[in-house]
């Protein structure tokens, strides 16, 4: 297999791999089928003759055809971008872009008549003569097409004039050789095959920079990186290769000593350089800035830049950190964010020094600055041109600041939650108005991701309080209750202090007392309910209940059953229970209604029912706010968690508190409890409760 065979058929793949790439991405339009069409044509072209060539069978006249073919394809293509062009600029030059066109398809057509009619040995110089005219053409296409485009957007098409003008240029050479020595220069011939696909990543970057040409390319910048650096390091290899040889065959006695030293410097530099951050940063920069459309590819930054933000393992400040530095390929930076107060403050910092920076007033001039005009600041600008920052005066601390590059808001709503400080890339590259959205656009994002951590924050801190706070209203309402106890003592006490009974009573209810509020104390210091479950008589504990209660219109009933019923709890807590519901049954009932007990048992469980002939309740009430706590119908007198904490301390134990009522007729508290077999399921029960 000859040189030449390879490299016609390298050139097959390319222009294969080409035409696969523009027809997935064909959209239908004039210019992007003739780029198609171009495509093609170059790769019947190649693969033509590279079939020759490798078989032996040299058909002249057929090659000619073909190269005549390739040419006229890639003519059309040029001379419609151009017209395009012209036409949507409404150009003068139309006319003589006619006359142009009408004049290559007549040199073609000549060429096509000179190849068919007559003998190929006197219709050669003629053939050869105009295919240079025709290169000339299409040389004076690609000129025009790169003269007359705006200097603004000469890098869309400036890779296509530059492939496919070095492809004419090189068939200039090649046929003007051949019609001086009427005959093909044999090196020029193989190697033009390896020139074609030279050219073809030239033609596919400016086919991805023009859309309008109705082609959807892709290229991958990951891909374009890999295979630029790997094609780079073979090229280093092989230099280095070809300089340890040379070592080798003119060191002398060193020369195997210095070509395996130099090796092995060559291999630990390029090890160096590919792991070198500051280069890759570079050669990606270079890579973006010269070969697409767009500096980032947005997809790949978004995803990186939500997985660096959802990933675990560091706190949330400096995951936002390194998600918005790899963005300019900053190595660290400094997050400042709002304290709630008056002054931004630095709250986490990655390959940052740690300063002590002054706190930033809120109302200072960079955060009014970066809270009025959202911009990304760049200090690099801000030195060298201070007029375009409107008058902003930086903090001594972020002008000393030797590494400071940008200042990036953080805007969650419309307000600055906070704001970034990046240092130098190590690209070395500056920004431009595509960086800044990116920047801006991500730095909303983060500041999303900041602000719910502040607000899960609070949560945390607000439900801190809560827990606090309801357990002091518990033990509040208890406190009330054993005020109300005393107080009844007291009230009678004027009445009874010469009845010897009831001064044992009076002490024996004082002494309870003092107990619970011992109790009490415990549960303030622990911060948590004490349970001291056992079993006891309901019946007796309402009994107490009751009587505690007589003080008071309408005077409780009580129909008791004739033998105890033993369930397990926590005496005071039950006992406080039963006085809640008693007590809210005799105000809601007027003094000459009824307020009634009754007590039974009810298969496993007991089952005891407070009844009054008061106010009653409707549906929506009970259903809505009976049993939501700090909902109290009393006003100020009430704290909303009695019968709250009824219910849930009676399904700790297993129970439960059912509610019936009727508006004018009065309710029904049903306490249903199980009764007590002596096993330890209600204590662990309390104990979940405490």
Known sequence: MSIGVVGYGIAVLAFLALTAVLAIGWRGG????????????????????????????????????????????????????????????????????????????LVAVAQIVLLVFLPFSHALQWVLASKVILIIGALVLVEQLYRNTAKDMRWGIKYLCLGVGALFVYDFVLFTDALLFLGISQPLWDARGYVNAIVVPLIAVS???????????????????????????GGYLLLMAAAGFYLRRFGGDWGQVLQTIFLFAAGLLLVALLVSGKLRASFKVFLSKHFFNYRYDYREEWLRFIHTLASSGEALPERVIRAMTGIVESPGGQLWLFDGGRHYLADGRLNWPERDYSPEPADGSLATYLHATRWVIDLDEYRSKPENYNGLVLPDWAQEESRLWLIVPLMHEESLLGFLLLAHSRAGQSINWEDRDLLKTAGRQAASHLAQMQALQALAEARQFEAFNRLSAYVIHDLKNLVAQLSLVVSNARRHSDNPAFLKDAIGTVENAVERMNRLMQQLRGGARVAGAKPLDLVELTHEAVQTASGKKPVPQFEAPDEPIQVRADRDRLQSVLHHLIQNAQEATPGSGKVSLALWRAGEQACLEVSDTGSGMDAAFIRERLFRPFDSTKGLTGMGIGVYESREFLRALGGELEVRSTPGKGSIFRLLLPLYTGDTTADDLQGDMA
Not at 211 to 216: A, G, I, K, N
């Open 30 to 105: 004039a210019q992007g089928s003739a780029l198609l069409a171009a495509a093609l044509a170059s790769l019947i072209w190649a693969a033509v003759i590279a079939w020759s060539t490798s078989t032996g069978e040299i058909w002249p006249g057929t090659i000619l055809l073909t190269d005549l073919f390739r040419d006229l394809v890639w003519l059309i293509f040029l001379w419609l971008v151009l017209w395009m062009g012209h036409l949507s600029a409404g150009s003068r030059h139309v006319r003589g872009l006619r006359l142009l066109g009408l004049a290559l398809l």
């Open 207 to 233: 086919a991805a920079r023009n859309p309008q040409w109705s082609l959807d390319v892709y290229v991958s910048r990951g891909v374009v990186l890999h295979g630029s650096a790997l094609v780079m390091a």
